[in-house]
């Protein structure tokens, strides 16, 4: 079995981060989405992996290299316009052949891994299998109908009135049989051979389309709030592990991750909370589900709740509580009054 991870698209509700940084690439618990991701791919007993990328190619080949940090080897797709998931498929035909792959969206967040669904898939080997997840508000997500048996009986996106809370979490396990499915179909309304409609071919076909409900923690990381959701979560089980500096004035209380070359000075850390390699605390508060990038330098701060990126500077900032900052940002006082170089998209909320 092969795998295919899709890397492209805008991310256009992560920006002003998603205008330097691919999507995929934000940072959950200081590691990368498309490294969990990969992870996760590898638990399966997969190794053997496609990413498809579009014009944010190099930024993703620099971070992710030949995925044998990892324990993967990764070839690299180049797809020129984002025309669909079905197009990714068509473009990875040579690298896929008619080898059982799993296509898996490289912002999707399910840190409890899919081995029961592999398992299963393996053990039946359906024409398809999708992954499902239950949700509260079915209107803002395809959706699959099953009959009593568990085999996917329609799939519907976003339908007005919903007859199952069933979503697609991007999650998909395929035979070859996908292929000429992607074939038969045409683009749809807006331009892109959509993999809902492949999958509906096979069922017209006659093929065997199973499901598997995934209970566990999942979210499309596209939005602010939930890359701060997962990034609570995978904290959640984080482990204290001291590799840097603290001196006599400071306090770490719960599970702390330190970094090597990492400092912190008069400070009080509150975890869950991981502070990267080189990064510098010092005369601050940093409270629980906080997450500092290498190479920061945080000083007389109060900040938790948080995502901060590489080589990011805050300083005399009473208080930051749900934030994203970007790479070497740099957040500071300007006397009485506020002082903002704002780029587009950015998102702003300043204390009254």
């Known amino acids: 079995m092969k795998a295919l991870v899709l890397s492209g698209g805008t991310g256009s509700r992560l920006r002003p981060f998603s205008h330097s940084l ?3 690439l934000i940072p959950i618990a200081n590691q990368p989405v498309l490294e969990h991701v990969l992870e996760s791919i590898r638990d399966i007993g997969v190794t053997d992996i496609g990413i498809v990328v579009g014009d944010r190619a190099p930024t993703i080949r620099k971070v992710i290299g030949d995925g044998s940090r990892l324990g993967v080897r990764v070839t690299y797709i180049p797809q020129d316009e984002p025309l669909g998931l079905g197009h990714c498929v068509v473009v990875s035909r040579s ?71 069933l979503a697609l979490v ?23 051979l959509e993999i809902t409609d492949a999958i509906q071919w096979l069922l017209a076909n006659g093929a065997e389309v199973r499901a598997t409900e995934y ?22 089980g984080l482990t204290t592990a001291i590799h840097g500096d603290v001196d006599e004035a400071s306090e770490l209380v719960g599970p702390v991750v330190l ?25 601050s508060h940093i409270g629980p589900n906080t997450a ?15 995502i901060v990126l590489a080589g990011a500077s805050i300083s005399d900032v009473p208080g930051l509580h749900g934030s ?21 998209d950015a998102w702003i909320e300043l204390a009254a």
């Open 22 to 24: 691919p999507k995929q």
């Open 95 to 165: 690298f896929l052949g008619d080898d059982d792959f799993v296509m898996y969206l490289g912002d999707n967040f399910l840190p409890d891994g899919i081995v029961p669904v592999a398992q299963e898939f393996a053990a039946r080997r359906p024409a398809a299998q999708v992954v499902l997840h239950k949700v509260t508000d079915p209107r803002q997500f395809g959706l699959a109908e099953l009959d009593e048996n568990g085999n996917v009986r329609r799939l519907v996106e976003k339908p007005e009135h919903p007859r199952s809370d």
């Open 170 to 192: 991007g999650v998909y396990f395929f035979t070859s049989a996908i292929h000429e499915a992607i074939a038969r179909i045409e683009p749809s309304a807006r331009g892109e």
């Open 215 to 236: 209970d566990g923690f999942w979210k499309d990381a596209g939005r602010p709030e939930d890359v701060l959701e997962c990034n609570r979560y995978q904290l959640a």
């Open 259 to 283: 970094g090597p070359g990492a400092r912190v000075l008069r400070s009080v850390i509150e975890g869950p909370a991981i502070i990267g390699a080189n990064t510098l605390v010092a005369d």
């Open 292 to 306: 500092i990038g290498d190479d920061c330098q945080v000083r007389a701060t109060h900040l938790a709740d948080s």
């Open 324 to 344: 994203l900052i970007g790479r070497s940002a740099t957040i500071r006082p300007s006397g009485a009054e506020h002082r903002l170089v704002v780029g587009d």
